[in-house]
């Protein structure tokens, strides 16, 4: 890889991980992710769609292989660095939205900015641009209890992106709203990391959310493949 | 990379402020948990320390500058030739002789009249060198003469004299000046050393011998050359003795009500981590959040203590400001001693030292830190990825509470409550109730789980199935909301069942030692008051059946300790020892000795059991006595001694008596004798003397005990609020964060009504078990302060009384109190949406 | 006679402050009536039923440095209070002394005093014979006619030894001396001058032999000073050819004499007694001081009208400041100290200069 060229947002080589009852989720699992790509990955339930996630997003350690994001391997970081990792290279979406009831959406919006020591003011500036990028323009100061789920949805996605990741990792986005939000929301959120050349993983049990993906990935016993090449 | 903030304000401010806006209430009452417990400390410092500020200038003003004091062991003072043997002695500046004599005003308040030489006294207690001016001027010295000079709390009768009730004389001094340099609120009058001498009847006497020493000189050299030559009636004192003994006489009472504040302030503690606890479970899903967007696990750590340390901060501030005015309030409206009866007579000013504030703030703050700290490591320890899914359940309802930590704990306490008192106090006992109160709060888990399993089991209606399940389910939350509740309540039925058993054994003791039927006592006159002819004409007035005359005098048988009380009265027809509440003898005394009997306190303070010897200093001699008995008493805390009066007689030469009991005759009319007994004395002696039936001192003294506990009431009260106030907290809490459970209860089929009852029934269980278990440590815990506390204390013993009224009513009204708080938050928690509540349930 | 000061300002204090009820009884002082003959020892000692009386030494000590001044003064009070006490403490009898140390190096005076009242022998006079006790202090004469004083305070202690050198000098007639234009202003009055001084003298830790000469006055009295008096002036100066000179002269308040008295006793022992107006202070340097602002004719001339002429005799401070501020115990401000004139020593006392004295 030469100098100029930036390194992949994800990179996973050889990843493999067991529950703890021993059962395996997958043996081998190779994946690459280029900047603004987003890939989506489906399965049956308890393939291991979200323990990937947590993988990639080192919460949680596999038993064999390597995960590099923006160029660093996880297994070489300590936990401070894997939370500094997260912090500054990764954006999360996530099928509960999680955002805290008794904070703003700007204030929620500007927590990772916040979280990497940024101060109040620029943080809830940048966060009021992104609330307008996802149309929730002028409702930075509304509580999450006075929003609708796809609302509390596109305020994560302005969330995800706020800090500016290499990737953002979705977990059943669209899992909680109804068919018409969901399409919606997912556009809304590919646009905004195309657009800012983020890559997306995107974890979803939905055929119709997996359809809006670059490419579509399975997850099986031996690892990811191409649900179309198959 | 940037570098990491460990703990970012600006979230701080934002988590902080947006829990304050979401739970309000429940944030306020941590603050005020906190608040309360430093008011009352606070309070209670204050008012100790200014009672003993107070107290100690006072004692400064009387002594002055004094490096040495002499004085006499009883009122009735030392021969004045010991003056010019001390006065010659090398080291000394200047010997200032003085005539104390305890009196009253015309209105029948206290003072005490003190005779000295003005030219003396300038020299070493210049406040008491009255008319003098800097204290050489000869004129207004020697105008001294039966004149008087009042302390800025005394005011002349209206025709510029003052009149002075002692031992039975009255006597009209014109009043010449003021004693601008003694503290407002001391009732002093100075006359001349020779008048007072003369018209009290201390001719050739002297109460005290006030010395300042020679610059350079040594003060145990001086001590050890006055020591040689000083006679049995009198005791050399040092300042640092003046101040020890001052100080114990309110010290055990004092200490008593600090440790009460602080069992608050613990109390608050206890609420501050069950209000933590909860709130970082309800928020387990926010932290994990914050975790993973890429909070590190100390900045989570640091973010929960921070939160718990804004609140210990606001409740500190809170609580100093309460507590100053509290003590403010406290001190106008009770005087120094908080009703206890200590200092007489004086109303101290607020004395607040910014040190003290600080470490009251600072204990409101390591008391809200601590509350913080097992709930901070909890959420840092949390794995972020299973509990961003799993957001809401807390542990496994099968894994088993350890109780080994409690066993330890309670066995610990144990054997604190076995350990000698230190310097005098009770500090292990205390020990021993801290560590058995924490082994029941780290029982609570375990204990919680048995109390709550079979009530799983029990066949019942649905909602009582439902809220038993529920607890069962999740006896670690029920032991959070529990540890508070359980330690004041614990603290309250440990505080009632001591007063409860204290009460009683005054109450008998007061039977045993008022058997007369009437009761005589002439006030400030230790050596004069009833005559042998007065007394013979009292017992036969009609009526009156019997009269045992009595002398009652103080005795200093230590410096550096409070006076002990010699009562030297008649025994029963034929008897060889006094009617007494016994713990331990009476013994006969060999032939050919003097036998005395001693109070507990005094047999305790100074080790003396039956059968040991003691000096009494007796009229300027050493009298030996044989102890041949110990008796209760609570009246006298530094000690009273008893002796057959004939004995007193015979050892002193003092036929006099200043109290008396008289026992009807049969068919005598009560009022008649009370009418007849005043109508007898002389005019100035009656005014000094009160004449009452046994029943009404003893409701006296009985309203006196009742007063003196009322501020331990109020604390205690203030504790079980703020315990009550957790239960709310707690309960009102769980039932928000399981409205989703009640919406889907709702969606099943349950009836609003069902829920609720359900809500008030777990209340109900939650109390019971609290009210359970708190009384048992309670009993555990009171037993401690009736066995070990008091008597290390105090000095004097108790028998057991269960206040099973108190102890059930407190356990019905915890019941209900917090049943009612469930329902409270019940009813508010059911109007939230339902649906909603399930659909957000994903 | 230089204690005139102090006895007045007691008595009148102890009259005016008296309670009504205790000044109806008020005792009767034993009068100074002409007529007696003083006897000695016992005249040297107190003579408790006159209302006031003092023993009053002035003098000049030397030392390596130079010459000090020094005063060392014990007085008793009748108060005419406690005399129908019983008690041991009744103050029927007080005792208070002064001394004061004239040092030019100090520039002003030093300082010391006791007072009690008598009894416990703590404060004793003895009527048989000169032995006084105050605390600590004492002036006691013994059998051989030496007297032993011992006085002393925070800033020095003198311990004399003063032994006399010339037969006692009784002033007025054989020691009656008036002191007003009444027969009953009058106290007894006599002197020891030319006292030979040999003791230590203790200061800042130091024990320092010294040697000097000194004077005694001794004068008790019940009534002496008209209601017209506001001050005096009074003298003593041992003249260095064994002569004494005493004057003193009672001023009303225009300055004027209201009475005047003293003696010269030649170095051969031949006395001359000064009847009323042959004895004259007269002007001199006048010295300001800085605290009171009360000006003191500190250098006046004093002249004799003596049957074989006018003498005169110009008197030096040793130095100006040796004013005594006692206000702030209750006494007045006066300027008493060492003076010397062409041929002798002594002390001049000036009263009444900051504020006219009341009666």
């Known amino acids: 890889m030469s100098a100029d060229t930036p390194p992949l947002p994800l990179r996973i080589r050889g990843l493999a991980k067991s529950v703890p009852g021993g059962r395996v989720l997958f043996e081998d699992l190779n994946l690459d992710l280029r900047a603004g790509e987003v890939v989506a990955v489906t399965g049956e339930s308890g393939a291991g769609k979200s323990t990937l996630l947590n993988l990639a997003a080192g919460l949680d350690s596999a038993d064999r292989g390597e995960i590099e994001i923006a160029g660093q391997a996880l297994s070489r970081l300590d936990e401070a660095g894997r939370t500094r990792l997260r912090r500054d290279r990764l954006g999360f979406v996530f099928q509960a939205f999680h955002i805290l009831p008794h904070l703003t959406l700007a204030q929620n919006t500007a927590l990772p900015l916040v979280l990497a020591g940024a101060s109040g003011e620029p943080a809830l500036a940048r966060a009021a641009e992104l609330l307008a990028a996802v149309g929730l323009g002028g409702r930075e100061a509304d509580f999450p209890a006075q929003l609708s789920g796809g609302e509390l949805q596109r305020c994560a996605i302005a969330r995800a992106l706020v800090h500016g990741p290499a990737l953002i990792l979705a977990d059943e986005p669209t899992g909680n709203l109804d068919p018409e939000t969901a399409d919606r929301s997912l556009g809304l959120l590919l646009d905004a990391a195309r657009s800012r050349s983020a890559a997306v993983l995107l974890v979803t049990h939905s055929a119709r959310a997996a359809e809006a993906a670059d490419r579509i990935l399975v997850l099986g016993r031996t690892g990811l493949t191409d649900r179309h090449g198959g | 990379m940037a570098a990491d903030p460990p703990l970012s304000r600006t979230l701080l401010g934002w988590m902080v402020r947006g829990e304050w806006r979401a739970h309000p209430v429940r944030t306020l009452v941590a603050v005020l948990a906190i608040a309360v417990g430093v008011a009352l400390g606070f309070a209670v410092h204050l008012v100790n320390r200014s009672a003993l500020v107070e107290f100690d200038a006072a004692v400064r003003s009387v002594s002055g500058a004094a490096d040495l004091r002499i004085e006499a062991v009883s009122a009735a003072g030392f021969d004045e030739s010991l003056f010019p043997v001390v006065a010659r002695l090398p080291g000394l500046a200047a010997v200032s002789p003085v005539v104390e004599v305890p009196a009253r005003t015309a209105d029948g308040r206290s003072l005490t009249l003190i005779g000295v030489d003005p030219l003396r006294a300038a020299r070493v207690t210049p406040a008491l060198a009255a008319g003098s001016g800097a204290g050489f001027g000869a004129g207004g010295a020697l105008a001294f003469e039966d004149s008087v000079w009042l302390s800025p709390a005394l005011r002349p009768d209206g025709d510029g004299t003052f009149a002075v009730l002692a031992g039975g004389h009255r006597i009209v001094l014109p009043v010449a000046g003021g004693l601008p340099s003694v503290e407002a609120g ?127 901060l606001l409740g500190a501030a809170t609580g100093l400001a309460a507590g100053a005015g509290l003590a403010w309030g406290v001190l106008g409206l009770l005087g120094g001693d908080l009703g206890g009866g200590y200092f007489s007579g004086s109303r101290p000013a607020l004395d607040i030292s910014p040190g003290w504030a600080a470490i009251h703030a600072g204990l409101g703050l390591a008391v809200a830190l601590a509350g913080s700290l097992f709930p901070a490591l909890e959420a840092a320890r949390a794995a972020p990825a299973l509990a961003l899914k799993s957001a809401g359940q807390s542990g496994d309802p099968r894994r088993r509470p350890a109780l080994l930590p409690a066993v330890g704990l309670g066995a610990l306490g144990l054997a604190f409550a076995f350990a000698p008192p230190v310097a005098g106090l009770p ?51 029920a032991a959070v909301a529990l540890c508070g509740l359980v330690a004041s309540a614990g603290l309250m039925a440990a505080m009632g069942l001591m007063v409860a058993s204290f009460r009683g054994s005054v109450d008998d003791w007061l039977g045993a030692i008022l058997p007369a039927d009437v009761y005589l006592r002439v006030a400030e006159a230790e050596t004069a008051g009833l005559d042998t002819a007065l007394q013979a004409r009292l017992a036969a007035l009609p009526g009156v059946g019997r009269l045992e005359a009595r002398r009652s005098l103080t005795l200093r048988l230590a410096a550096d300790r409070p006076a002990v009380v010699l009562l030297a009265q008649p025994l029963p027809a034929g008897a060889s020892a006094p009617d007494l509440p016994w713990r331990r003898g009476p013994v006969p005394a060999a032939p050919g000795e003097t036998p005395v009997w001693v109070s507990e306190p005094l047999s305790r303070l100074y080790d003396l059991k039956p059968g040991d010897t003691l000096d009494l200093p007796l009229a300027g001699g050493r009298s030996p006595v044989r102890v041949a008995g110990v008796w209760r008493d609570y009246g006298r805390q530094f000690g009273a001694l008893a002796m057959d009066r004939r004995d007193y007689v015979r050892l002193t030469g003092d036929a006099g008596a200043n109290e008396a009991g008289l026992t009807l005759a049969p068919g005598a009319h009560l009022p008649d004798v009370l009418q007849g007994v005043r109508a007898a004395l002389p005019p100035d002696l009656a005014a000094q003397t009160e004449v009452a039936p046994a029943g009404e001192i003893r409701r006296a003294a009985l309203r006196i005990f009742d007063r003196s506990f009322a501020v331990t009431y109020a604390l205690e009260a203030v504790a079980i609020l703020v315990g009550v106030a957790g239960v709310a907290a707690t309960v009102s809490a769980q039932t928000l964060a399981r409205r989703r459970e009640f919406g889907m209860l709702r969606h099943v089929g349950a009836g609003r009504g069902q829920i609720l009852a359900m809500l008030a029934l777990e209340g109900a269980f939650l109390g019971a078990v609290g009210a359970v278990a708190g009384l048992a440590l309670g009993a555990a815990m009171g037993q401690v302060l009736i066995q070990v506390v008091n008597p290390q204390s105090f000095n004097w013993t108790m028998d057991t009384r269960w206040p099973l009224g108190l102890l059930g009513g407190l356990a019905v009204a915890l019941t209900l109190a917090s049943s009612l708080t469930a329902l409270l938050a019940g009813r508010s928690a059911l109007s939230a949406d339902a649906v909603r509540a399930v659909r957000e349930d994903w | 006679m230089g204690a005139l000061t102090r006895r007045i300002l007691m008595a009148a204090a102890a009259g005016a402050a008296l309670p009504p009820a205790v000044a109806h009884a008020a005792p009767t002082f034993a009068p100074v009536v002409p007529g007696r003959r003083l006897a000695f020892p016992r005249d040297h000692g107190a003579h408790p039923d006159f209302r006031t009386e003092w023993w009053y030494l002035t003098g000049w000590l030397e030392t390596a440095s130079g010459p000090l001044g020094f005063q060392v003064t014990f007085f008793r009070t009748r108060t005419g209070l406690g005399e129908g006490n019983p008690s041991r403490f009744a103050p029927r009898q007080v005792l208070f002394a002064h001394a004061a140390l004239s040092d030019p190096e100090v520039g002003s005076l030093l300082h010391a005093q006791r007072i009690a009242r008598q009894g416990f022998g703590l404060a004793e006079a003895s009527t048989s014979d000169m032995d006084i006790v105050l605390d600590d202090w004492r002036l006691a004469r013994e059998p051989s006619g030496r007297m032993r004083a011992r006085a002393g305070g925070d800033d020095f202690t003198l311990d004399l030894a003063l032994a006399p050198t010339q037969s006692l000098l009784l002033q007025g007639q054989a020691g009656f001396s008036r002191k007003g234009p009444q027969p009953s202003q009058a106290s007894w009055y006599y002197t020891l001058p030319h006292l030979e001084v040999t003791g230590d003298l203790v200061r800042r830790g130091r024990t320092a032999r010294v040697r000097g000469r000194a004077w005694l006055d001794r004068e008790w009295s019940s009534t002496l000073l008209d209601p017209r008096a506001v001050g005096w002036d009074w003298t003593g100066i041992n003249l260095d050819d064994g002569g004494a000179l005493t004057a003193f002269r009672v001023r009303d308040a225009r300055g004027r004499a209201l009475w005047t008295g003293g003696s010269l006793r030649t170095g051969d022992g031949r006395l001359w007694t000064a009847p009323n107006g042959a004895v004259a202070f007269e002007g001199g340097r006048t010295w300001t001081s800085p605290r009171t602002g009360a000006v003191y004719p500190v250098a006046p001339s004093v002249r004799l009208q003596t049957p074989q002429g006018e003498r005169r005799w110009a008197l030096t401070p040793l130095f100006d400041d040796q004013e005594l501020d006692s206000r702030p115990s209750g006494g007045p401000v006066y300027w008493e100290g060492a003076v010397r004139i062409p041929g002798g020593r002594g002390y001049l006392e000036l009263t009444g200069y900051a504020a006219p004295l009341r009666l």
């Open chain 2, 427 to 477: 500090l292990f006992g205390y020990l021993s109730i801290a560590l058995i109160l924490a082994a029941g709060v780290a029982a609570m888990p375990w204990l919680a789980r048995l109390l709550i399993a079979p009530l799983a089991r029990i066949g019942a209606p649905v909602p009582v199935r439902l809220a038993a399940a529920r607890l069962a389910g999740a006896p670690d939350q």
């Open chain 2, 186 to 312: 001391r009732r002093i009058a100075v006359a001349d050393i020779a008048a007072v001498q003369q018209r009290f009847d201390r001719l050739g006497r002297l109460t005290r011998l006030d010395i300042a020493l020679a610059p350079g000189a040594r003060p145990e050299t001086v001590a050890k050359a006055i020591a040689a030559r000083l006679p049995a009636d009198a005791r050399l004192s040092t300042p640092e003795a003046e101040s020890r003994r001052t100080g114990d006489l309110s010290r055990a009472y004092r200490v008593n009500l600090g440790m009460l504040a602080m069992v608050a302030l613990l109390t608050g503690g206890f609420l501050v981590f069950s209000a933590q606890s909860l709130s970082i479970a309800r928020r387990r899903a926010a932290f994990a959040l914050l975790r993973v967007l890429g909070l590190p696990r100390t900045g989570l750590f640091l973010q929960v203590l921070a939160e718990g340390a804004v609140l210990g």
